[in-house]
């Protein structure tokens, strides 16, 4: 049992170390009850179980919306004419939400290797970062990406010159062909390479993939006599 003088010991304690240094002292022999005296946003940061069930959240408001989109729910709800599910799915509120959700498990996996999260949301970087390759959905997640950051909230980049445009990627990517100059410019987001379409499937199929490198992290950790929470 801690004493109420041992809990405001290590509540100075946690105020004034780096969440690496309050990890070290959590997973210490003799101090395994203090997980539930740290503060929630500290114990969250370093624990990779946070990061999951906050991806998982993301993964089913993604698949609610994947299928509300392709039904008469805006009929239903009384929105008539004036509102198009569709319309929202096509103007990158789901890639965004898939996005986040891969983000979020990336960071979990992140997490459970003992470092600390990044604060940005490129996905190819942050696969680097958790040892995860994502394989033929590279491109998937370069596009992906650019929801996170501005398509799936903002009509335009908020930095131009840092996030570029997202059909730019697109034709980089060799994904759509480039118009020719002088001709009418078509922003649809239609790809040519199937594992590059912000789709449920392929959204599915890199959570799928994401989702067995967490475990094989957790199992490891797990293996090593690791105290981490997944």
């Known amino acids: 049992m801690t004493t109420g003088l041992q809990t405001r010991q290590y509540w100075g304690f946690v105020q ?3 969440i690496e240094t309050v990890l070290e002292e959590l997973m210490s022999d003799d101090q395994e009850e203090y997980p539930a005296l740290l503060p929630y946003y500290k114990r969250a940061a370093v624990m990779p179980v946070y990061w999951a069930n906050k991806s998982q959240k993301f993964y089913v408001a993604a698949d609610v919306l994947w299928k509300a989109q392709k039904s008469d729910l805006e009929e239903r709800l009384g929105y008539g004419d004036e509102f198009s599910l569709a319309a929202a799915f096509g103007d990158g509120l789901f890639g965004m939400i898939c996005g986040l959700s891969l983000e979020l498990n990336l960071k979990a996996c992140i997490v459970g290797l003992g470092k600390k999260s990044p604060e940005h949301h490129n996905l190819n ?3 680097t970062t958790a040892d995860f390759n994502f394989g ?3 491109g998937y997640a370069r596009i992906t990406t650019e929801y996170i950051y501005w398509y799936g909230k903002y009509p335009v980049p908020k930095e ?3 996030n570029g445009s997202l059909w730019d990627i ?4 060799g994904l ?3 118009p020719k100059v002088g001709s009418i410019l078509e922003r649809s987001i239609d790809v040519r390479r199937e594992e590059c379409e912000v789709n449920w499937e392929n959204f599915r199929t890199v959570t ?3 989702r067995l490198h967490y475990r094989a992290i957790r199992d490891k950790h797990m293996k090593g006599g690791g ?3 997944f």
């Open 16 to 18: 004034k170390h780096s």
């Open 125 to 127: 970087s942050l696969a």
């Open 136 to 138: 033929p959905y590279a």
């Open 160 to 162: 131009k010159q840092n």
């Open 170 to 173: 697109v034709y980089r990517l």
């Open 176 to 178: 759509k062909p480039k």
């Open 208 to 210: 799928e993939s994401l």
């Open 227 to 229: 105290k981490l929470a």
